[in-house]
């Protein structure tokens, strides 16, 4: 017993490690649970609202709804590309509900910071490192819909690449993580059956236990100096970041999942918010990649047009507000400060932002 106590101490950095690819697992795992969930509950929901569009403005809001709902762009993106594909809906009205996605899937990570909201210093940075995700995307959003709404230069520019890529044709992958977790999902589902609730409660369960155990084993190896590794390799400069974040959502296909990785490591002091702002700015390029592949495998002209809007948003999104970083950043910043002071300052963000504000607007302007 006293020669594995002393194997422990001696190699506890490597223990950390381990503990922290399984805690990871399991937080990869509760995310793709409460995905399943909440896809039980809103998939239905959020194509109905998505077939309702009437105007670019409502399509809008209804995107940040319907993702906000499902807790997946790629899923509304997907229900839109659909919809387009059959003439239900046209692509001047798909292009807005794309861009709304791209706001209501920044709800994962800040729904993730949450876990951290009884211990202050922890909660205030990763909650800052998750909401300066919304902060770029509504602020993207404020600088492109209305010249998008006036001139549509997203839908003319998606249309000629569209037209080069038609015949191009697409490649599909398979994302290790969904490989992973998806069986276990799979396991889950058909023990529990349609009890979407009950699945709800049990991924809530296992993301809050993953999340405070990842902080823990990070911290640990913070300790044994894995923040000098990050700064000196994965983070260390800004376009860096930005590849990271690039590369590592197209190959888990989750954007959620990556951004949401990203609010553990700022509670823990791992990473700053200045080498995650380029970091989610990449994850928010990389989440488009599945949905571009996807329409040239399809070879139908209106889906690529939405899926390559999609990524010009991003870029466009980029071009306006990395130069201007210290925006997002400062806004994300101070009130992430003000959040800390009353507990359910940052619960009611969440319900204002992604869907009392969406509902109310839908119902007046519709």
């Not at 590309?81 to 791209?102: F, Q, R, S, T, Y």
């Not at 928010?284 to 571009?292: D, E, L, P, R, S």
Request: proline letters at 3%.
């Amino acid at each position: 017993m006293k020669s594995v106590l002393n194997f422990y101490k001696k190699h506890d950095a490597l223990f950390s490690f381990l503990k922290l690819l399984i805690f990871l697992y399991l937080f990869i795992f509760s995310l793709e649970l409460m995905g399943a969930s909440l896809k039980m509950f809103g998939k239905g929901l959020a194509s109905d609202l998505i077939q309702t569009t009437t105007n670019p403005l409502v399509g809008l809001f209804i995107g940040i709804l319907a993702t906000s709902i499902i807790q997946s762009s790629s899923s509304t993106t997907s229900i839109v590309v659909g919809l387009v594909g059959g003439g239900v809906l046209n692509v001047a009205n798909a292009i807005p509900i794309v861009m709304g996605a791209n706001v209501g899937t920044s709800v994962t990570n800040t729904l993730a910071s949450l876990t951290q909201i009884n211990r202050s210093i922890e909660f205030q940075r990763s909650f800052a490192a998750a909401i300066v995700h919304d902060y770029f995307n509504l602020l993207a959003v404020l600088a492109i819909f209305p010249l998008q709404y006036f001139t549509n230069f997203l839908g003319r520019i998606a249309a000629v690449m569209g037209q080069e890529f038609q015949h191009i044709g697409g490649l599909k992958f398979l994302s290790p993580v969904k490989a992973l977790t998806r069986p276990v999902v799979d396991i889950f589902k058909s023990w529990i059956g349609d009890r979407a609730l009950i699945l709800l409660i049990l991924a809530l369960i296992c993301l809050l236990f993953a999340l405070s155990q990842m902080v823990r084993s990070l911290k640990a190896l913070v300790v044994k100096k894995a923040e000098a590794w990050f700064d000196r390799y994965l983070f260390k400069t800004a376009l860096r970041a930005f590849f990271v974040g690039l590369l590592l959502t197209s190959l888990v296909q989750s954007s959620s999942i990556t951004t949401s990785l990203a609010v553990p490591m700022a509670g823990a002091g791992l990473l700053t918010i200045m080498q995650i702002f380029p970091y989610t700015m990449g994850a928010n390029m990389g989440t488009t990649v599945t949905a571009i592949l996807a329409a040239l495998v399809t070879g139908n002209l209106a889906a690529i047009i939405v899926a390559f809007s999609h990524l010009l948003f991003n870029i466009s999104g980029i071009i306006v507000w990395w130069p201007l970083k210290f925006v997002p950043i400062y806004l994300a910043q101070k009130f992430s400060y003000f959040s800390i002071r009353n507990r359910l300052i940052p619960i009611m963000y969440i319900l204002i932002v992604f869907f009392l504000i969406p509902i109310a607007l839908i119902y007046i302007l519709k």
